[in-house]
């Protein structure tokens, strides 16, 4: 559909028939007792369909399923060549359903459409069609041993995965872990968030239409607390690849150790630095560039540069600059292809923002543009881009993810106390530096304890390379081939060569 209307788009909202029933063995199934969840829209509050409340049963279901199918070998023991082509179909699927899940993902968790169409879709089935091309192109290895033996090094799949993902990136999200878990040759039980169910559920359905295996991919829709405990909790799962918050992150830790030592991946939270030192090369540009990232997707992105360190000699200037963008960021109709920023997940996401807003003023911060809810008569969450100055590292705003669109700003003096401010945090996940001094890059980009670098930019991102964090950020590393490190077990098989 080329230049829909808002009015388009809410046309075609308004006659969606969305199913919210889990997807067990390759099929739709209501929950074992029934019971579900009402899920509204966060941008006018919307009612869009009863979602299936899975719980322990249910999840053992989906884990039976998923064992089954490996079991079975009718996919881990597929050729490669063969699991690529059906990967790719899969892919191909989801590109073909562009507009279907963009309006999924819209109206499930309060982005704009434009970038549900242009990022969300195309990134996830980017990020299926990639792990597939790489199924048959990853070679095992062979040990540099003596005449006299034979080493092989191999990679097995670890058998059954549990995904578990949050509301912010839905699809993405999901196709970092179906990725590399489906093409090393695993089983899938994935949990969507319950503030974001729906496109997981349609993703499902795509995978097997492309012709993967029932059970291979099983979707169990529901509450963190009941049907995310119970499959983190469940004897039979190998590994879990997680990506939420720090405090559920540290839950998950817990129930491997609880049950059967599962394997944990933990993708988790992030207070990111953007550091825009005394020599850097376009003020203009940094401050574009940190307000683009920071306001994309509400401010609902782990690697949000939420923390801007600005040389004290720039900083009014900076603030200046960055507070006249705010406004080009300011919140719209998700469903007008001009927004480019839409609605807070929900309620509680709406209340955590404004009450760090108020923390900020409360603890002496100065806010400079935004901080007001907006939009409400619209039944939607919707939060102005909001810029505060004045802050210290141990204030609140700076210290917690926020996870909305306020951006903290504090001053330095110099390089040294840059790299201070920034590495002190429980987080490490991204950072960023601008200056025009080689030297100066490459020594900061070594002494910032973050799982990326950015340098003079924030935007570049591509499936070729590993993201993840430092310190409580987490331990795992979605994205690139070392993913298949997560969902592969590596077995060593010595044979024996006797002398002639
Ligand atoms: P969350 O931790 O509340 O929930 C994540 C998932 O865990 C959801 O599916 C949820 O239902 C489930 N869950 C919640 N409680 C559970 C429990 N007790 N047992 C088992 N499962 C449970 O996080 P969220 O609010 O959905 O997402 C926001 C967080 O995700 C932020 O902290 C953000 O930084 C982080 N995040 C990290 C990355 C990354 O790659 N590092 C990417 C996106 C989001």
């Avoid at 955590?352 to 008569?377: K, N, P």
């Amino acid at each position: 559909m080329a230049e829909a209307t808002a009015r388009d788009w809410h046309a075609r909202a308004a006659a969606l028939a969305i199913d919210g029933r889990a997807f067990i063995d390759g099929q739709r199934v209501a929950s074992l007792g029934g019971a579900s969840f009402d899920k509204f829209s966060p941008i006018d509050g919307r009612l869009m369909a009863a979602v299936a409340r899975c719980e322990a049963g249910d999840v053992d279901a989906a884990v039976r399923s998923a064992r089954a199918a490996f079991d079975s070998a009718r996919w881990a023991g597929m050729p490669p060549a063969a699991r690529k082509k059906l990967l790719l179909r899969f892919a191909e699927k989801i590109l073909a359903a562009r507009e279907e899940l963009a309006l999924l993902e819209t109206l499930d968790m309060g982005k704009p459409i434009r970038d549900a169409l242009s990022v969300d879709v195309p990134s996830a089935a980017r990020c299926i069609a990639w792990y597939a091309e790489a199924v048959d192109k990853v070679y095992d290895e062979i040990a540099p041993t003596g005449r006299n033996a034979l080493a092989l090094i191999t990679r097995e799949p670890v058998g059954v995965v549990a995904a578990i993902v949050p509301w912010n990136y839905p699809m993405i999200m999901a196709a970092w872990k179906l990725g590399p878990a489906l093409a090393a040759g695993n089983s899938v039980v994935l949990k969507p968030s319950e503030k974001s169910p729906f496109t997981a559920l349609r993703l499902a359905e795509l995978a097997v239409d492309a012709g993967i295996p029932p059970g291979v991919f099983n979707v169990v829709p529901g509450y963190g607390h009941e049907a995310g405990e119970a499959l983190a909790l469940h004897m039979d799962v190998d590994a879990i690849g997680f990506t939420g918050s720090t405090r559920i992150g540290r839950r998950m830790l817990e129930y491997a150790g609880r049950s059967n030592l599962k394997r944990v991946f933990n993708e988790l939270g992030g207070k990111s630095a953007f550091i825009v030192m005394d020599d850097v090369g376009s003020l203009e540009r940094a401050a574009a560039t940190v307000a683009g990232s920071l306001f994309f997707n509400q401010g609902e992105s782990c690697n949000a540069p939420s923390r801007v360190l600005v040389h004290e000699g720039l900083a009014d200037e900076f603030v200046a600059m960055v507070s006249a963008q705010a406004p080009k960021h300011a919140p719209g109709d998700p469903l007008d292809e001009t927004t480019v920023m839409g609605a807070l997940v929900d309620f509680t996401q709406l209340r955590t923002v404004l009450g760090y807003i108020e923390a900020g003023q409360a603890e002496g911060a100065r806010c400079v543009a935004g901080g007001r809810q907006v939009r409400a008569e619209t039944g939607g969450f919707y939060v102005e881009p909001t810029v505060f100055d004045g802050v210290t590292n141990t204030m609140k705003i700076a210290a917690e993810e926020i996870f909305g669109p306020v951006l903290s700003v504090l001053r330095f003096r110099d390089e040294a106390e840059a790299i201070a401010i920034a590495n002190a945090s429980q987080y490490g996940l991204q950072a960023s530096v601008w200056t025009e001094n080689l030297s100066r890059a490459h020594r900061m980009a070594r002494a910032l304890r973050a799982g990326t670098v950015h340098v003079n930019q924030y935007d570049e991102d591509d499936i070729t390379v590993p993201f993840g964090g430092f310190k409580q950020s987490g331990n795992g590393r979605d994205k690139s081939l070392h993913a298949f490190d997560k969902y592969s077990e590596l077995k060593t098989t010595w044979l024996r060569i006797d002398p002639a």
